[in-house]
């Protein structure tokens, strides 16, 4: 949390942090005091946050069993929407677990959100990819990486998208109602390193959203629209899905032997959620229900009130500052 302080002081931009769960507010503020930051809002996020739209995509994943135990898509969407309202026009997403070593960037991409609705940091350090994703570069396999939110700036003035409530959900957020929204790489982060295949249930839950987001964008890299995702192109999709994995599979003595074991359950439970409970009808109606979510979200936008300051936008949803006594956090910039 020091370093997203420092950050604030070194461009002079407000620090917005919202703490959940383990992270206390109070201990957040007595943290930052030394840097004495002009504009500090530290919140304890509820398990609910109140007038926060509730998403058809959420349910659908309540109903497969498929939902995801974290809050950061919540923290995110009152993120901007506090954002919007209190007439912050830049933000910067930041995990963390992320580093931004040259703060002087920051200044550099938020400039490009003239034209881009946009900006992700390239990272560096550890890979931000799926669990899939990282046994198959451990087995050799290439594999890149795209932009995250755990270290992205957006606009907020524009027709925003949203962050559903699913792994991948940065990808969504990059997606308007038919194709990417214009996106750019500017400056560099670099994310702390962890241990991707420290529990298999880690697999399992990442893999539908990483079907979907992976699935959507193979389409996009082709020049094509999100209306040609339908049933016949999810069947082809999760076919070439599960080759992937197997073919991963098969090269798992590449693998150093201290990490065979858990690389190889880690990829057993991804194959298994994928054939077992991911089907090209689930694809295609979570797509479209997604397009409706964010239909809705861009409505309950432009209906938000401007408020004077960020503490008036924050009250709009029952949050308040702590009082001095894990979180994530976003800025403008």
């Excluded at 398990?47 to 995110?76: Q, W």
């Excluded at 990486?145 to 559903?164: H, I, K, N, W």
């Excluded at 409505?299 to 702590?322: I, N």
């Amino acid at each position: 949390m020091e370093h997203a302080g420092d950050l604030a002081r070194q461009v002079d931009c407000a620090l917005i942090v919202l703490a959940s769960r383990a992270a206390v507010g109070a201990e957040i503020l007595e943290t930052l005091a030394p840097l004495k930051l002009r504009q500090l809002f530290v919140v304890d996020v509820p398990e609910k946050i109140a007038k926060l739209p509730v998403f058809e995509t959420s349910g659908i994943l309540r109903r497969e069993n498929m939902a995801r135990s974290t809050d950061v898509s919540a923290k995110r969407n009152v993120g901007l929407a506090v954002a919007r309202m209190a007439g912050l026009h830049r933000v910067l997403f930041l995990d963390d677990d992320m580093r931004i070593p040259e703060a002087e960037s920051l200044k550099v991409a938020a400039g490009l959100l003239r034209s881009h609705d946009a900006v992700g940091l390239k990272l560096e350090g550890f890979p931000d990819n799926s669990v899939v994703c990282h046994a198959n570069r451990e087995t050799g396999g290439f594999q890149d990486t795209f932009v995250g939110g755990g270290a992205l700036l957006a606009a907020t003035e524009r027709e925003m998208s949203f962050f559903p409530d699913v792994y991948n959900e940065d990808w969504f957020f990059l997606l308007n109602r038919s194709r990417l929204r214009p996106v750019t790489v500017a400056g560099r982060a670099e994310q702390d390193a962890y241990d991707p295949f420290a529990t298999e249930e880690r697999a399992r839950l990442e893999e539908f959203g990483d079907v979907m987001a992976e699935g959507i964008f193979a389409i996009l890299d082709d020049a094509g629209e999100l209306g040609e995702a339908d049933r016949e192109y999810w069947r082809g999709f999760l076919d070439r899905r599960l080759e992937l994995i197997e073919r991963t599979q098969l090269r798992i003595n590449l693998v150093r032997r201290a990490d065979r074991k858990k690389v190889a359950r880690s990829l057993r439970a991804a194959r298994d959620q994928l054939t077992s409970r991911i089907t090209p009808e689930l694809c295609v109606e979570y797509l479209h229900a997604w397009q409706r979510d964010l239909a809705n979200w861009i409505d309950v936008c432009d209906r938000l009130e401007k408020k004077r300051t960020v503490e008036e936008a924050l009250g709009y949803f029952g949050l308040t500052c702590a009082e001095p006594a894990k979180a994530d956090c976003f800025a403008s910039v």
